[in-house]
């Protein structure tokens, strides 16, 4: 009788683990999806809207192309290349040169995750409505971002949303209008032709 219930356990056991790693390799599915999309090499544009406690509530506009992404809002813009990062604040005419984090990209660029995704995280998958909602949760305790839910529409496979943890802190970006459209390289690097007035501040 023991050894039946052991063995009756043990088939439990190994189902769990076994649909587990099923939807498990259908998350990682549906993100290689997305950002085969997303991440097309001509580039992409999209408009957003942003919800943190960390970082304010903002909408405006985003063009990303690969690891480089150009936001901009009602108060600022910002230029990043992949490695240096440009923010000019119209409310001062500043331009804060800096090189963020993993962490600060992602609070800015929705598509930040088309890379992060690839590795340290553990991965899980639900459906809502006409979406996937991923799961994500970082394997290091120490990662910046601890968290992640992205949702990624079903027929489409463009992300609508994506919800980050930093700390306690949850930050909200939604998107809307997504359109594959090439961008050149010069759109994500300040030119400071074009701001002659301001002053350039270099954090880094």
């Known amino acids: 009788m023991m050894k039946k219930i052991i063995l009756s356990l043990l088939i439990v056991l190994l189902t769990a683990v076994g649909a587990h790693a099923q939807n498990a390799a259908g998350a990682k599915k549906v993100l290689d999806k997305a950002a085969s999309i997303v991440g097309r090499k001509g580039g992409a544009y999209a408009t957003f809207s942003l919800a943190s406690p960390k ?43 800096t090189t963020p984090t993993e962490s600060q990209q992602a609070a800015m660029n929705p ?27 970082a394997i290091n305790k120490k990662r910046n971002v601890q968290e992640m839910y ?13 919800k980050l943890r930093q700390g306690s802190n949850w930050t909200t970006l939604k998107i809307t209008s997504f359109q594959a459209k090439d961008q050149a390289d010069r759109v994500f690097v300040f030119n400071a032709k074009d701001f002659p007035n301001s002053e350039v501040i270099d954090l880094r």
């Open 111 to 137: 598509y930040k995750f088309i890379t992060m995704y690839k590795s340290g995280f553990n991965l899980s998958m639900t459906t809502k409505g006409n979406s996937h909602v991923v799961h994500l949760t």
């Open 55 to 97: 970082y304010g509530n903002t909408q405006g506009t985003i063009a990303i192309k690969g690891n480089k992404f150009n936001a901009r809002t009602g108060e600022a813009i910002i230029w990043f290349n992949g490695q240096t990062q440009w923010t000019y604040m119209k409310a001062t005419d500043e331009v804060n040169v």
């Open 150 to 162: 992205i949702t990624v529409n079903k027929k489409t496979s463009v992300p609508t949303e994506v």
